[in-house]
């Protein structure tokens, strides 16, 4: 059985921090993780899902413009796991953050069920 299982969300005020996992297991990722690009996509009520951040198997990272400076993207191939660190965090960061895996080349992608991380006073 594939899973992404994340991990971390929760309320957090302006300007305060949270930290995301998404663990990895399963037979597809067993031994292959590495090989995997990983992404942080969110979707806030109403609104279409986008990419936040990506991570590459070779450990390449890509931002969307609105958490340049202040997300994080970071995997532990070892423990399958794909990290957020989210910084700064601003009320428009509230929404469901969802965990994406790709393997490039075969059409292969698994998506997680999601995390709430609410940013408010």
């Known amino acids: 059985q594939v899973q992404l299982v994340e991990s971390g969300g929760g309320l957090v005020q302006p300007g305060g921090s949270l930290r995301l996992s998404c663990a990895a297991s399963?037979?597809?990722?067993?031994?292959?993780?590495?090989?995997?690009?990983m992404a942080w996509y969110r979707q806030a009520p109403g609104k279409q899902r986008e990419l936040v951040a990506s991570i590459s198997s070779g450990g390449s990272t890509n931002y969307a413009d609105f958490v340049k400076g202040r997300f994080t993207i970071s995997r532990d191939n070892g423990k399958a796991t794909v990290y957020l660190q989210m910084d700064s965090q601003k009320p428009e960061d509230t929404a469901v953050y969802y965990c994406n895996a790709n393997r490039g080349g075969t059409g292969l992608t698994y998506w997680g069920q999601g995390t709430q991380v609410t940013v408010s006073s």
């Open positions: 399963g037979s597809v990722f067993r031994g292959s993780f590495r090989l995997y690009a």
